[in-house]
């Protein structure tokens, strides 16, 4: 079991908590605010309603947490410590040393600092970074590496095991990359409230209606590439180039932060949402985020490839009864209904997935697809024994009832986490030819591995009846 430190659990080491706690780590905390524990526990709670829910397969088991009242014991026997306190070099100064004090030899030691160099937080240590994260930190992918090449390929290596995106920052600079370019977004924004140019919500519309949703799927060049046509990138920066010299920025003149425009920028801040809880806006921002993440996912886009991968690389999914587990997810929150469990049709999406993990065992995979064959549903039959409720793991084994030319019959069970059989979907298949539209004797290795499977499950018992429902 592999063992995290974080020092300091705010906005941003609370991200971090939940995301080695949710990818199977142990987590230590220490922050001396004595409300930490109970701002911790809210944000873990809206972590575990949302990362599952990035994920068709179950993460590992949620690891243990603790919480410390003395830093060193926090990181003893840490194998990553991430330092989150206030973005002030002072207190990084007086905290980074005693941190490297107190660690096992070897650990990684990140900080999550916006805008420090390495050089700057002087830690004069190896095995040293900085590691700066987004928030969310438990859904959003980006780590900014800055250190030692060694180092940085060492902690890239852990993060992407906890589902992130290592970026190794090549040189290091005041605010790493991400950060310059919000800054620059931010010193704009600034003016044109202070100017009474747009208000904080009129800014935020800007945003969100329009190069918001470009920005998340491919970027800035990529989208300018696509906005200056066939004649492709030369044409596009010929063509709004001049523009970027004339006097339609404030670039590097900031606004000065007097009260005025502290209590201007506030006001509309509180008008605009100020109805919501930050719990609220959290739970807002995370289903939107997990949706279009789960979106990206599809053709493996910016985030959305870092959790296919990611979820590529989990351990392999095992046996239960002898026969193959063929799903394992938690139940997200969006698969629920008015009756506060697990809707209906949810019970077929789970078994689907099954369903399409064993096509893949027997080679009924991608590029069989591809190559024009595959197998249609033709008929479903489902049996809702049980409810099934947001956060479950569901694990689904499945069973080959009949393998047999065109036929494919498999029987899925669906297991509650608790034990209990929660359902059982059983499934007609045809395989088919795509080209012609119409069913077809699978390839001779499809043949082969699926009637292998059926003669290993043919002494197996199918489904058990239901027992009959006590009269009142
Ligand atoms: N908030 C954000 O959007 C982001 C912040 N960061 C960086 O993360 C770091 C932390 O920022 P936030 O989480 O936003 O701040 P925060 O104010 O939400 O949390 C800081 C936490 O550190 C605790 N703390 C203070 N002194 C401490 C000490 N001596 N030892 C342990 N804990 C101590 C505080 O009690 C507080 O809970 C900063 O370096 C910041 O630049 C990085 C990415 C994004
Ligand atoms: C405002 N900020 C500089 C602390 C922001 C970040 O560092 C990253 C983020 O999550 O936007």
Known sequence: ?????????????????????????????FDPDPQAERKLGEVLANARRALPALYDRALPPEGRLSFHTDMAEAVAGADWVQESVPETLALKHKVLPALRAAMKPGAILGSSTSGFKPSELNTGDTNAVVAHPFNPVYLLPLVELVGGAATCARAAEILRSIGMFPLIVRK???????DRLLEAVWREALWLVKDGIATTEEIDESIRMAFGIRWAQMGLFETYRIAGGEAGMKHFMAQFGPALSWPWTKLMDVPEFDDELVDLIAGQSDAQSGHRSIRELERLRDDNVVGMIRALRRSGSGAGGVVRAHEAALPDLGERDGLPVTAARQVPVTWTDYNGHMNETHYLEAASLATDRFMQMIGADADYIASGRS??????????????HAGDRLTITTQVLLG???????????????GALAATVETMLLHTD??????????????????GWATRHAGMAGVQPRPAPATA
Do not use: Q
């Not at 430190?5 to 142990?26: E, K, Q, S, T």
């Not at 290091?172 to 991400?178: L, Q, S």
């Open 434 to 451: 795509l080209k012609l539209r119409a069913s077809s004797l699978p390839g001779p290795a499809v043949a082969e591995a699926l009637s």
């Open 375 to 388: 197998f249609f549903t033709v008929e479903n039959h489902i049996r809702y024994l049980d409810e099934i």
């Open 404 to 418: 047999e030319g065109k036929k494919m019959r498999l029987l899925h069970r669906l297991w509650r986490g608790d």
């Open 172 to 178: 290091e600079i005041d605010a790493h990359i991400a």
């Open 1 to 29: 079991m592999s063992r995290a430190a974080i020092i300091g659990g705010g906005v941003i080491g609370g991200g971090w908590a939940a995301r080695f706690l949710l990818n199977g780590w142990d987590v230590a905390v």
